[in-house]
């Protein structure tokens, strides 16, 4: 897995690519970490380069939404190709998350929060 960060404004913009799976959730939620520990509380995660993500991706998208909601502040997903999007719709976590198609939707959400 590869990821790519870009500040947009005040929000931060990270481009996931490859698999989110148990060999790699923990550098990806050291990653998120990091920038949560700088205040980095506005951020946006594209998945659009994501074919597969298992239950500890998962957890890692849960533990960051926690993280944000505690700080007041706010996350968005965007580009989930279908098979991906499916997982998060059988964990019901579109419930409670927010996720829309593009970039840009990501980053207008973010910025209306």
């Known amino acids: 897995?590869?990821?790519?960060?870009?500040?947009?404004?005040?929000?931060?913009?990270?481009s996931l690519e490859g698999q989110?799976?148990?060999?790699?959730?923990?550098?990806?939620?050291?990653?998120?970490?990091?920038h949560v520990d700088q205040a980095v509380y506005r951020i946006a995660l594209d998945f659009s380069g994501v074919d597969y993500i298992s239950s500890a991706g998962l957890r890692v998208v849960l533990w960051l939404a926690k993280q944000l909601r505690e700080y007041t502040g706010a996350l968005a997903l965007?580009?989930?190709?279908?098979?991906?999007?499916e997982i998060f719709e059988m964990c019901g976590f579109v419930d409670f998350l927010t996720i829309v198609e593009?970039?840009?939707?990501?980053l207008a959400k973010i910025?209306?929060?």
């Not at 897995?1 to 990270?14: I, N």
Request: charged share 20%; net charge neutral; with cysteine.
């Open 1 to 14: 897995m590869q990821v790519s960060t870009e500040m947009v404004d005040d929000v931060l913009l990270l």
């Open 20 to 34: 989110i799976n148990g060999n790699n959730a923990a550098s990806l939620e050291q990653n998120l970490k990091t």
């Open 78 to 85: 965007c580009g989930l190709r279908k098979n991906v999007l």
């Open 102 to 106: 593009s970039r840009e939707a990501a």
């Open 111 to 113: 910025k209306s929060a």
